[in-house]
């Protein structure tokens, strides 16, 4: 059975950091890819950095230069480093992971970042 477990989340003022961080269990760490997702109120669910399984990264437009993703696969965990966060970065970050070459992803709980102004 698969778990993906978020932490770090937690409210903060603009210009600051936050640390999110995916734990993940039953599901090896060298064959998955790995995504944080976000969703704010009212919107949809979107894309907001990713890492393969090789460690190729990928962000939004969005992001570019704040977010920094990364994977420790000793620890099969996940994280993203957010710095210089705005107001627009508030929504519920989702950790997902894909089974490579499979349509079979996971998602966790989520865990809530506010950013106040």
């Known amino acids: 059975q698969v778990q993906l477990v978020e932490s770090g989340g937690g409210l903060v003022q603009a210009g600051g950091s936050l640390r999110l961080t995916c734990a993940a269990s039953?599901?090896?760490?060298?064959?998955?890819?790995a995504g944080w997702y976000r969703q704010a109120p009212g919107k949809q669910r979107e894309l907001v950095a990713a890492i393969d399984a090789g460690g190729t990264t990928n962000y939004a437009d969005s992001v570019k230069g704040r977010f920094t993703i990364s994977r420790d696969n000793a620890k099969n965990t996940v994280a993203l480093q957010m710095h210089s966060l705005k107001p627009e970065d508030t929504a519920v970050y989702y950790c997902?992971?894909?089974?490579?070459?499979?349509?079979?992803?996971?998602w966790g709980q989520g865990t809530q970042v506010t950013v106040s102004s």
């Open positions: 997902n992971v894909r089974r490579i070459l499979t349509p079979i992803n996971y």
């Open positions: 039953g599901i090896p760490s060298n064959i998955y890819n």
